[in-house]
C-alpha cells in the first residue's frame, strides 16, 4: 500500500512539473508556429496551432521590411562587449571582496549590494543626463559603457570564489605569483561555471533590453533587433506575421547560446552562493 500511494505521488508530482513546463514553453511555440501562418490565420477565432500551409516568405519579409543584417549587428556588438566588461570587471571586485582584506570592506560590499535594490528605471533619466553631457547619445558608447559593471555580477562570482579553497592561492603566493597572476591562473580558471553563467545573463539582459536602447538611440542606423521590431507596428495596424516572425529570429541567439552553455549555467546556479 505504502508502494502505491508513493507511485501515485510521484506520478502526480511529475504530471504537474510537465504542466508547468508545457505552461511555460506554450507561448514560444505558439510564437514560432504563427511565424508560419499568414496575418489573416492568425487572427482568426477560435485560434488554431497548427497553420494551413507554412509561409516561409514571412522570414524573408521580415528580414527585407528593415536593415535587420545592421540591427543584429548592433545587437551582437553591444551584447559580447557588455558581456566582456562585465566578466573582467565583476571577476576583479569579487576577488577584491572575496579574497583582499582591508577597511571597511564588509560596509563597503553591503552599500555595493544595496545599488540592486534600486529599480533600474530610477537612474535612466541621470544616466541619459550623463551621457548627454559627454555627448555619447545615439553611439555604442550610450549603449555599452552604462552596463560595463554589475553588482549582481560582483555578488554571483564573490560568492563562487569563497568556495575555492585558501590552499591554492597559498601556494601559488609561495610560488612567487602576484595577486593578479593567482587572479587568472588560480581563481578564474576554477570559476568556469560562474563566469558562464554570469555571460548567459548578462548577454541574455543586454541582447533582449528594449527600454535604455530606445531612450539612448535616435538613428535607424544604430537601431537593435528589439527596436527593429517595432516597424511592424503602427498607430492602427501591427502585422502580425511578420513581427512574429522577427521575433523569432531574435531569439535564436539566446537560445542557442544557453544550448551550448546549460551545463555550466546549472553547475554555476547550483554552485554559487554556498558558502558566505
Same mark, same amino acid.
Given at each position: 500500500?505504502?508502494?502505491?500511494?508513493?507511485?501515485?505521488?510521484?506520478?502526480?508530482?511529475?504530471?504537474? +512539473?510537465?504542466?508547468?513546463?508545457?505552461?511555460?514553453?506554450?507561448?514560444?511555440?505558439?510564437?514560432? @508556429?504563427?511565424?508560419?501562418?499568414?496575418?489573416?490565420? +492568425?487572427?482568426?477565432?477560435?485560434?488554431?496551432?497548427?497553420?494551413?500551409?507554412?509561409?516561409?516568405?514571412?522570414?524573408?519579409?521580415?528580414?527585407?521590411?528593415?536593415?535587420?543584417?545592421?540591427?543584429?549587428?548592433?545587437?551582437?556588438?553591444?551584447?559580447?562587449?557588455?558581456?566582456?566588461?562585465?566578466?573582467?570587471?565583476?571577476?576583479?571586485?569579487?576577488?577584491?571582496?572575496?579574497?583582499?582584506?582591508?577597511?571597511?570592506?564588509?560596509?563597503?560590499?553591503?552599500?555595493?549590494?544595496?545599488?540592486?535594490?534600486?529599480? #533600474?528605471?530610477?537612474?535612466?533619466?541621470?544616466?541619459?543626463?550623463?551621457?548627454?553631457?559627454?555627448?555619447?547619445?545615439?553611439?555604442?558608447?550610450?549603449?555599452?559603457?552604462?552596463?560595463?559593471?554589475?553588482?549582481?555580477?560582483?555578488?554571483?562570482?564573490?560568492?563562487?570564489?569563497?568556495?575555492?579553497?585558501?590552499?591554492?592561492?597559498?601556494?601559488?603566493?609561495?610560488?612567487?605569483?602576484?595577486?593578479?597572476?593567482?587572479?587568472?591562473? +588560480?581563481?578564474?580558471?576554477?570559476?568556469?561555471?560562474?563566469?558562464?553563467?554570469?555571460?548567459?545573463?548578462?548577454?541574455?539582459?543586454?541582447?533582449?533590453?528594449? @527600454?535604455?536602447?530606445?531612450?539612448?538611440?535616435?538613428?535607424?542606423?544604430?537601431?537593435?533587433?528589439?527596436?527593429?521590431?517595432?516597424?511592424?507596428?503602427?498607430?492602427?495596424?501591427?502585422?502580425?506575421?511578420?513581427?512574429?516572425? #522577427?521575433?523569432?529570429?531574435?531569439?535564436?541567439?539566446?537560445?542557442? +547560446?544557453?544550448?551550448?552553455?546549460?551545463?555550466?549555467?546549472?553547475? #554555476?546556479?547550483?554552485?554559487? #552562493?554556498?558558502?558566505?
Amino acid at each position: 500500500m505504502k508502494n502505491f500511494w508513493q507511485i501515485t505521488k510521484n506520478i502526480v508530482f511529475h504530471l504537474l +512539473i510537465y504542466a508547468a513546463a508545457l505552461a511555460t514553453v506554450a507561448p514560444f511555440i505558439w510564437m514560432a @508556429l504563427a511565424s508560419f501562418k499568414s496575418l489573416d490565420e +492568425i487572427l482568426v477565432y477560435p485560434p488554431k496551432w497548427l497553420p494551413d500551409e507554412f509561409q516561409i516568405e514571412n522570414y524573408l519579409d521580415a528580414f527585407r521590411a528593415a536593415p535587420f543584417a545592421r540591427f543584429y549587428f548592433n545587437s551582437v556588438v553591444v551584447a559580447v562587449a557588455v558581456t566582456l566588461g562585465q566578466l573582467i570587471t565583476c571577476s576583479m571586485a569579487a576577488f577584491a571582496f572575496a579574497r583582499l582584506k582591508f577597511w571597511g570592506r564588509e560596509a563597503l560590499f553591503l552599500i555595493f549590494l544595496g545599488t540592486m535594490m534600486i529599480p #533600474g528605471q530610477v537612474t535612466m533619466i541621470p544616466s541619459f543626463m550623463v551621457l548627454h553631457w559627454l555627448g555619447w547619445i545615439d553611439s555604442y558608447k550610450a549603449l555599452i559603457v552604462p552596463g560595463l559593471a554589475s553588482a549582481f555580477g560582483t555578488f554571483l562570482l564573490r560568492q563562487f570564489f569563497l568556495t575555492i579553497p585558501r590552499e591554492l592561492e597559498d601556494a601559488a603566493y609561495i610560488d612567487g605569483c602576484s595577486r593578479a597572476g593567482v587572479l587568472w591562473r +588560480i581563481i578564474l580558471p576554477l570559476s568556469k561555471p560562474a563566469l558562464a553563467t554570469l555571460a548567459i545573463f548578462t548577454f541574455m539582459g543586454v541582447f533582449n533590453d528594449f @527600454l535604455w536602447a530606445l531612450i539612448v538611440v535616435n538613428s535607424e542606423e544604430m537601431r537593435t533587433v528589439q527596436l527593429g521590431l517595432a516597424v511592424f507596428r503602427d498607430r492602427y495596424v501591427t502585422q502580425w506575421d511578420k513581427l512574429m516572425a #522577427g521575433s523569432v529570429m531574435a531569439t535564436m541567439p539566446i537560445l542557442l +547560446i544557453f544550448f551550448f552553455a546549460q551545463k555550466y549555467f546549472i553547475k #554555476g546556479i547550483t554552485l554559487s #552562493g554556498l558558502k558566505e
